[in-house]
């Protein structure tokens, strides 16, 4: 198949790339730039701006018309409308790159289904745009311009990231285990969340590429692990082997307020439980959960030592004040309230 990628070169995209080029198919990337990962058989790019739709539209056009379009890096409605124009009766199948967070949080019943409720709030633009996006490209499979088929990873990590900090970079967090610092945990840490390696997340990409099956479905893409926050973080423990990690566990809200800029996703996403099913993925598009956490993290600490990346990361000093403040307010309001409940 001729497969072209919006994007390629990603988090997510970089795998499916690779899968889909192994198998033979001829892969075109649509980037901003030509960029240095280079990939085993028939793979090239063409460089431009996806985000000046009459560039992006023109250049489409002159590429021939693929088996399979897969846009990985659509987040705004302009950018849909745009994909829509440039492949309307061009494409045999196009597949979107959505979210879970485009469902409405919190659910009414888990585990979230993808037939439940879309009704994410507009003051968390990232959800509410991607859910816009898929009622554009809904809206076109109706009307029969293209087969669709959405797919919605939920916090996706490959071996250099790590996708739990809630503030500041991975390597810092990870330095903070090992130096034995506090670590932050939303509100009492029980609430539960549920995380991907890419290259179980890549495959079932690789897999829906002109799979007839999946048209006009969409499908979840969680792992098969639903962890509270305190187990994710006890897994690190365990993994690196560090000092006994005292838990600062702050409200979802309250630590959002305290660092706006860093800590925003933790009111607007991180609070609500994240628990999704994924029967429909499994069925339809072979997805298979074979990286666990406790080895993703084993994997995220060995690419990162290799580096000298933990051990000479920079303090995050807004994760330091919020820690600080937060354990001076909590004595404060102990001492305040001695001796007032009896």
Excluded at 39 to 50: I, K, Q
Excluded at 185 to 199: A, E, I, V
């Amino acid at each position: 198949m001729r497969i072209l990628i919006i994007g390629g070169t990603g988090n997510i995209s970089t795998a499916i790339t690779r899968y889909l080029s192994e198998k033979g198919n001829e892969v075109i990337l649509y980037n901003i730039a030509d960029r240095d990962e280079k990939f085993e058989g028939n793979v090239r790019t063409v460089v431009g701006d996806r985000t000046k739709p009459a560039q992006f539209e023109k250049q489409m056009a002159e590429i021939e018309d693929p088996d399979c379009v897969i846009d990985m890096i659509c987040y705004h409605t302009a950018e849909a409308e745009s994909v829509v124009r440039a492949f309307r009766k061009r494409t045999g199948h196009l597949v979107f790159c959505s979210t879970v967070d485009v469902f409405t949080k919190p659910a009414k019943s888990y585990p979230v289904m993808e037939g439940d409720e879309k009704n994410p709030s507009p003051s968390f633009p990232y959800a509410y745009d991607k859910a816009s996006c898929e009622r554009i490209f809904e809206q076109a499979h109706d009307r029969g311009d293209f087969p669709l088929t959405v797919l919605r990873p939920v916090a996706t990590y490959n071996d250099s990231w790590c996708p739990l900090s809630l503030i500041g970079p991975g390597p810092a967090f990870m330095q903070r285990f090992r130096r034995g610092k506090p670590i932050i945990l939303l509100g009492d840490g029980q609430s539960f969340w549920t995380s991907c390696h890419r290259d179980d997340t890549a495959r079932a990409f690789a897999g829906v590429a002109g799979n007839p099956e999946a048209f006009g479905k969409s499908y979840n893409l969680p792992g098969d692990e639903t962890m509270t926050w305190e187990a994710y973080y006890r897994t690190v423990v365990k993994v690196m082997d560090t000092p006994p990690v005292q838990f600062v566990r702050i409200p979802a809200r309250l630590l959002a307020r305290m660092a706006p800029k860093s800590a925003e996703w933790c009111a607007l996403n991180f609070q609500y439980n994240n628990i999704f099913d994924n029967t429909a993925a499994k069925k339809d598009l072979g997805f298979r959960y074979t990286i666990t956490w406790e080895e993703g993290v084993r994997r995220m600490v060995a690419f990162n030592d290799r580096l000298g990346l933990i051990d000479k990361a920079e303090s995050c000093e807004i994760y330091d004040a919020v820690v600080e403040n937060w354990l001076r307010f909590e004595k404060k309001i102990v001492n305040d309230m001695e001796g007032k409940d009896v």
